[in-house]
């Protein structure tokens, strides 16, 4: 049997078990395109049932597509039969809660799932509206649900969708337990053959019970602060809305034209934070309402970006691991030292080092975890006991880890306002704190470069040419390797221990979700002189010299 007709029999075999009827009616007309010679759509058929999402980090994201290697009904079905087999034979029986956000078929697509669950016989919650994913991964844990399932893609373009799961506790999938479900999900057959049940209700109070926790991470007294919010149109706005009124933050100013769910996302040509141009509506209304901060959700809310005005009257976003150092020198300033006596905090490999130094100055305990939330969360003792805070740099912030266990935008932006009216009412900002920091701890410049790869194979051998014959040498400074294989497909350049200045540090490792190689850098340098201003002036410039000179080295290395 040729190629061509073992996709046009694979692509029937679904057609066979298909439960939708316009992805039956999509895939049909494909299938019969190719069949008559279409190249193009010989080409689409292939790749729509070369295998099926992988589940990656926390699960699974894939186009919004007919066929197996898509998002769709079929796809959401055979993925829960699966993940309730798993549960079962694990003998795990219980509560499973579910969620979704806005997306293109995120409806449809929690109540495939609530159903499925609901005839392998779980108890179903299923959450009432479209809420944002910390919501969901709170409703878990504080349900004692076996298991949480959103449908989002989070921060993905709009032609994509996707399925995250949280296991027991609201504890973010990891290994081996990922690669057990993708295994039970193989076993499923096919999806007009899994059975279906409507018997779940919807957990009403989710929402309410959320916000009352949010609104408790705050001291008496906060308010007085205007605000400047973007949800780029997700479905974070109303809930923070709520979360900073009840926590004294009434003066909020929202990007219109981005408030409300669109599954689109007209304005935006990617709707993440981290994108050039997501934030510029929003840094023009603080401009506009002269406010004293900028905050940006990304659309299932589990992001949050920060804006700041700049000493020359413009507007800038702090970058994700400016406001983690913020953050966690707040957080670790303020935490009840009886109720929390031995407190931990946490980053990842790739996110700037300064947070280790502020825990050590206040006594506390300090980790660094691969990247992921799934490894944050269970930082320290591998359970993450005593976790009061984590951080990544792709804007991740866990600022409450004992009822979300996870990332949490609209948490995070409700504590950065109360840092910003606490620090406005001693006569300063989150800048000259920054700046504060960088004085006592150092400045630390970071970069990203990202080189897309589309070939695997390229992404696996730049890796194994810089396995081969790392550099010894980085920015004027030795530098040693470190290898994170088996672990980890990533490799660890960085000053051999003895710099007193620079101190380099690369870390290159393929992405998980995307075809991307990505290289994160980062160079210290100490503020020195009796004038701390002009000596702050110095190490900037300094830092920023050996981080362009490590730029340079680094693109080299990977032939960007």
């Not at 798993?86 to 929690?110: E, I, K, N, P, Y």
């Not at 920015?475 to 620079?502: C, F, H, M, Q, S």
């Amino acid at each position: 049997m040729s190629r061509e007709q073992r996709v046009l029999e694979a692509a029937r075999e679904w057609l066979a078990g298909e439960v939708d009827e316009a992805d039956h009616a999509e895939l049909s007309e494909l299938t019969r395109r190719a069949a008559n010679g279409d190249s193009d759509a010989a080409s689409d058929l292939a790749d729509r049932v070369a295998g099926s999402p992988a589940f990656g980090t926390a699960g699974i994201r894939a186009p919004l597509r007919a066929g197996p290697n898509g998002m769709n009904r079929a796809v959401v079905i055979r993925t829960t039969a699966g993940l309730a087999g798993w549960l079962r034979r694990r003998g795990t029986v219980g509560t499973v809660v579910v969620g979704h956000d806005a997306r293109h078929g995120s409806r449809r697509f929690a109540v495939d799932a609530a159903d499925v669950l609901c005839a392998a016989g779980f108890e179903v919650r299923v959450l009432p509206e479209p809420l944002p994913t910390p919501v969901l991964a709170r409703a878990t844990r504080a349900l004692g649900a076996v298991a949480g399932v959103q449908l989002t893609a989070s921060h993905n373009p709009p032609t994509d969708n996707g399925y995250k799961v949280y296991l027991a506790g609201g504890d973010p999938l990891v290994a081996p337990y990922d690669a057990e479900i993708e295994g039970a999900v193989s076993e499923v057959g096919a999806a007009d053959t899994v059975p279906r049940e409507h018997g779940w209700h919807h957990y009403e109070r989710a929402l309410p019970e959320y916000l009352e926790r949010v609104a408790e991470l705050v001291g008496d007294g906060a308010g007085g602060l205007r605000v400047a919010v973007t949800a780029l149109h997700g479905v974070g706005a109303e809930p923070l809305e709520r979360a900073l009124r009840s926590a004294g933050f009434t003066d909020t100013h929202f990007v219109t034209a981005q408030r409300e769910p669109d599954p689109d996302f007209p304005t935006v040509e990617f709707p993440n934070p981290e994108e050039p141009g997501a934030t510029d509506a929003v840094l023009e209304l603080a401009r506009d309402v002269d406010a004293d901060l900028a905050v940006a959700l990304d659309p299932d809310a589990d992001r949050c970006a920060l804006g700041v005005p700049t000493r020359e009257g413009g507007w800038r976003m702090l970058r994700g691991d400016e406001t983690g150092v913020l953050l966690g020198e707040h957080i670790l300033s303020t935490i009840d030292r009886v109720v929390n006596p031995d407190p931990l905090v946490a980053t990842t490999i790739v996110s700037s080092a300064m947070l280790e130094s502020v825990a050590r100055a206040h006594g506390a305990r300090y980790d660094e975890t691969l990247t992921g939330f799934k490894w944050l969360i269970r930082a320290g003792d591998g359970s993450g006991g005593g976790l009061v805070y984590a951080y990544e740099e792709a804007l991740g912030h866990c600022v409450d880890p004992d009822h979300v266990r996870d990332k949490d935008g609209i948490a995070t932006a409700v504590l950065a306002c109360e840092l910003a009216a606490t620090l406005a009412r001693d006569g300063t900002t989150l800048s000259e704190r920054l700046a504060e920091l960088e004085i006592e701890h150092g400045v630390h410049e970071t970069e990203q470069i990202t080189v897309r790869m589309t070939d695997p194979g390229t992404r696996a051998e730049t890796m194994r040419l810089l396995r081969r014959n790392p550099p010894t040498e980085l920015a004027g400074t030795p530098v040693e390797t470190r290898d994170l294989l088996p672990e980890a497909d990533v490799l660890i350049l960085r000053d051999a221990g003895d710099a007193e200045t620079g101190r380099p540090r690369v870390v290159i490792r393929p992405s998980g979700t995307e075809p991307k190689l990505k290289c994160y850098l980062q160079t210290v340098v100490p503020v020195e002189g009796p004038d701390r201003v002009s000596g702050l002036t110095a190490a900037r410039g300094r830092a920023r010299e050996l981080l362009a000179s490590l730029s340079s080295e680094v693109r080299s290395l990977v032939d960007f």
